[in-house]
Nanobody, 124 residues
């Protein structure tokens, strides 16, 4: 059973930056695709970014492309989401997730393990 713990959320002004971290315990982290999702109040959870376990292939939602960067450090069992040029519409709870089988999954049902989430609030 993989356990995921997110950190790094907080309150930031529009145009600012935050870096989220997701630490994984147990499981073979280095072989899992790792994704970030977010859920704003009253909205469905949506895909943000994913990184494959092999070769570090990445994929992003159009809404964050060019502003967010996903990366991973397999030695530390940690995946990161660097968020720059933040906008008020980026305000949401951000979740990391692990998929033991996929390459660059973008859909919620493809992920087997989820963290509890970390709040990101961007003020205008």
């Amino acid at each position: 059973q993989v356990q995921l713990v997110e950190s790094g959320g907080g309150l930031v002004q529009a145009g600012g930056s935050l870096r989220l971290s997701c630490a994984a315990s147990k499981g073979t982290f280095s072989t899992y695709a790792m994704g970030w999702f977010r859920q704003a109040p009253g909205k469905e959870r949506e895909f943000v970014a994913v990184i494959s376990w092999r070769l570090g292939i990445t994929s992003y939602a159009d809404s964050v492309k060019g502003r967010f960067t996903i990366s991973r450090d397999n030695a530390k069992n940690t995946v990161y989401l660097q968020m720059n040029s933040l906008k008020p519409e980026d305000t949401a709870v951000y979740y990391c997730a692990a998929d033991p089988f996929g390459t660059i999954p973008r859909n919620i049902p493809e992920y087997d393990y989820w963290g509890q989430g970390t709040q990101v609030t961007v003020s205008s």
